[in-house]
C-alpha cells in the first residue's frame, strides 16, 4: 500500500460483530486496490475487535477507543487518512465490488469534488430494493442544486453513496460535531456539498444499506431533541455563510419537518417540550402553507398527521392527546395474554 492510497475507506463500528465481516469482505474484494482500510472499534463489548483482526489484509489498520459515540469514532478515522478520496462505511452495511474503482473514475475524470451515487435498503429475507437520490441521473450537478435538495430533504444523508475528496475536510477544518448524536451526517454533508467546487452523480446503486431491528437510525426511542439540536446547527451554518435568504423556503420546511415533528412525536413529559414549541410557533407560524410540507403531510401516517393537527390548534389539547396515546401503547404492550379489557388476570 502506497503512502498516499487514492481512498480511505473509513468504518467505524460498535457491536456489530454480526455484519462486519461482511462489511470488510465488500471492502477487500474491491476491484480498485490502492486503497486503506481504517476500521475504529468504538469500544465494543462483543467480539467485534476479534473478527477486524481475523482480516489480514496488509492495507487494514484497526484503531481501538473507549465507547464515544460514532461521531467521534469517524473522527479519528478522518484524521488518520491519507487518502486523496474518503468514503465513510457504517459497519453493518457492505458495497458491490466495482464502487471505488468506478465512482474515482469518474471523479478524476471529472474533476469533482464529491461524487454520489444511489442505494439500495436491504431488509430481511427480501431482495434489494432500489433507492434513487435526486437528481435520479446526472453526470455533473449544480453545488446549489444539491444543497438546496440536502435542506428541502429530498436526498438522504447517506454519506456512504458519496465520495469525498479529503482536501475539503482539511482546507475547510470539517469533522463530525461529537456533540450531536442523531442527524450529524446532514450536518457535515451540507457542509461539504457548500464547499466543494465541482459535484458528479453516477446513475447506480452500489451501497446496500442493511435494515437492522438494533441499528440507531431504526430505534424507535431515538432522541428526538438531537434532531431539533441538528436543525439548528445547520441554520447557524447556513446564515454564517449568507445562504438564508436563498434557501427560505427550504429552511422553513426543514424546520417542520425536523423541530416540529419531531415535538409531535416526543414525549411532552420532556421539560424542553414546551420551550422548542414557542420556538417553533414564533419561527414557522404558517408552516402549513409552505408547499413542500403541504406535500410531506399527504405521507405521514394518519394518527401522526392527526396530532400533528391538534398541536397547531392547541399546544395543550396535543400534549393530552399525546399523553393519552402513549397510555394506550402502554397498555397494550403490558395487558396479560389472554385478558380482555376491565379484567385483570393474576397468575397463580
Given at each position: 500500500?502506497?503512502?498516499?492510497?487514492?481512498?480511505?475507506?473509513?468504518?467505524?463500528?460498535?457491536?456489530?460483530?454480526?455484519?462486519?465481516?461482511?462489511?470488510?469482505?465488500?471492502?477487500?474484494?474491491?476491484?480498485?486496490?490502492?486503497?486503506?482500510?481504517?476500521?475504529?472499534?468504538d469500544g465494543s463489548t462483543d467480539d467485534?475487535?476479534?473478527?477486524?483482526?481475523?482480516?489480514?489484509?496488509?492495507?487494514?489498520?484497526?484503531?481501538?477507543?473507549?465507547?464515544?459515540?460514532?461521531?467521534?469514532?469517524?473522527?479519528?478515522?478522518?484524521?488518520?487518512?491519507?487518502?486523496?478520496?474518503?468514503?465513510?462505511?457504517?459497519?453493518?452495511?457492505?458495497?458491490?465490488?466495482?464502487?471505488?474503482?468506478?465512482?474515482?473514475?469518474?471523479?478524476?475524470?471529472?474533476?469533482?469534488?464529491i461524487i454520489a451515487s444511489d442505494a439500495?435498503?436491504?431488509?430481511?429475507?427480501?431482495?434489494?430494493?432500489?433507492?434513487?437520490?435526486?437528481?435520479?441521473?446526472?453526470?455533473?450537478?449544480?453545488?446549489?442544486?444539491?444543497?438546496?435538495?440536502?435542506?428541502?430533504?429530498?436526498?438522504?444523508?447517506?454519506?456512504?453513496?458519496?465520495?469525498?475528496?479529503?482536501?475539503l475536510f482539511e482546507e475547510h477544518r470539517?469533522?463530525?460535531?461529537?456533540?450531536?448524536?442523531?442527524?450529524?451526517?446532514?450536518?457535515?454533508?451540507?457542509?461539504?456539498?457548500?464547499?466543494?467546487?465541482?459535484?458528479?452523480?453516477?446513475?447506480?446503486?452500489?451501497?446496500?444499506?442493511?435494515?437492522?431491528?438494533?441499528?440507531?437510525?431504526?430505534?424507535?426511542?431515538?432522541?428526538?431533541?438531537?434532531?431539533?439540536?441538528?436543525?439548528?446547527?445547520?441554520?447557524?451554518?447556513?446564515?454564517?455563510?449568507?445562504?438564508?435568504?436563498?434557501?427560505?423556503?427550504?429552511?422553513?420546511?426543514?424546520?417542520?419537518?425536523?423541530?416540529?415533528?419531531?415535538?409531535?412525536?416526543?414525549?411532552?413529559?420532556?421539560?424542553?417540550?414546551?420551550?422548542?414549541?414557542?420556538?417553533?410557533?414564533?419561527?414557522?407560524?404558517?408552516?402549513?402553507?409552505?408547499?413542500?410540507?403541504?406535500?410531506?403531510?399527504?405521507?405521514?401516517?394518519?394518527?401522526?398527521?392527526?396530532?400533528?393537527?391538534?398541536?397547531?390548534?392547541?399546544?395543550?389539547?396535543?400534549?393530552?392527546?399525546?399523553?393519552?396515546?402513549?397510555?394506550?401503547?402502554?397498555?397494550?404492550?403490558?395487558?396479560?395474554?389472554?385478558?380482555?379489557?376491565?379484567?385483570?388476570?393474576?397468575?397463580?
Amino acid at each position: 500500500m502506497s503512502n498516499h492510497p487514492l481512498v480511505s475507506v473509513v468504518i467505524p463500528a460498535y457491536n456489530t460483530a454480526e455484519y462486519i465481516e461482511r462489511c470488510l469482505q465488500s471492502i477487500t474484494v474491491q476491484t480498485l486496490h490502492d486503497i486503506e482500510i481504517i476500521v475504529v472499534d468504538d469500544g465494543s463489548t462483543d467480539d467485534t475487535a476479534s473478527r477486524i483482526e481475523a482480516h489480514a489484509d496488509p492495507r487494514l489498520t484497526l484503531l481501538s477507543k473507549s465507547n464515544g459515540g460514532p461521531s467521534s469514532a469517524k473522527n479519528l478515522g478522518l484524521d488518520r487518512a491519507r487518502g486523496e478520496f474518503v468514503l465513510l462505511l457504517d459497519s453493518d452495511d457492505w458495497v458491490e465490488p466495482p464502487y471505488l474503482h468506478d465512482m474515482t473514475s469518474a471523479a478524476l475524470a471529472g474533476d469533482l469534488d464529491i461524487i454520489a451515487s444511489d442505494a439500495f435498503y436491504d431488509y430481511p429475507g427480501k431482495p434489494p430494493l432500489p433507492w434513487s437520490s435526486s437528481p435520479p441521473s446526472a453526470q455533473w450537478i449544480s453545488r446549489e442544486s444539491v444543497v438546496r435538495d440536502v435542506l428541502a430533504m429530498r436526498n438522504a444523508s447517506w454519506m456512504a453513496t458519496r465520495l469525498y475528496r479529503r482536501k475539503l475536510f482539511e482546507e475547510h477544518r470539517l469533522r463530525y460535531d461529537e456533540e450531536i448524536r442523531f442527524s450529524e451526517d446532514r450536518i457535515l454533508d451540507l457542509k461539504l456539498f457548500h464547499y466543494a467546487r465541482r459535484v458528479g452523480k453516477l446513475d447506480r446503486g452500489y451501497l446496500h444499506y442493511v435494515q437492522r431491528p438494533g441499528s440507531l437510525t431504526n430505534r424507535r426511542d431515538m432522541d428526538f431533541f438531537g434532531d431539533v439540536a441538528a436543525h439548528y446547527r445547520i441554520v447557524d451554518f447556513v446564515t454564517r455563510e449568507g445562504l438564508a435568504d436563498g434557501f427560505r423556503d427550504e429552511l422553513e420546511y426543514l424546520e417542520y419537518r425536523t423541530v416540529f415533528l419531531s415535538l409531535v412525536r416526543a414525549s411532552p413529559n420532556d421539560p424542553r417540550h414546551a420551550t422548542e414549541y414557542e420556538k417553533i410557533v414564533k419561527h414557522i407560524p404558517h408552516y402549513w402553507r409552505n408547499a413542500l410540507a403541504r406535500e410531506h403531510m399527504e405521507s405521514l401516517a394518519p394518527r401522526t398527521r392527526w396530532l400533528q393537527s391538534i398541536y397547531r390548534l392547541d399546544y395543550r389539547l396535543g400534549c393530552a392527546m399525546r399523553r393519552l396515546l402513549e397510555s394506550l401503547r402502554f397498555w397494550r404492550r403490558t395487558r396479560p395474554a389472554g385478558g380482555t379489557p376491565g379484567h385483570l388476570s393474576v397468575a397463580p
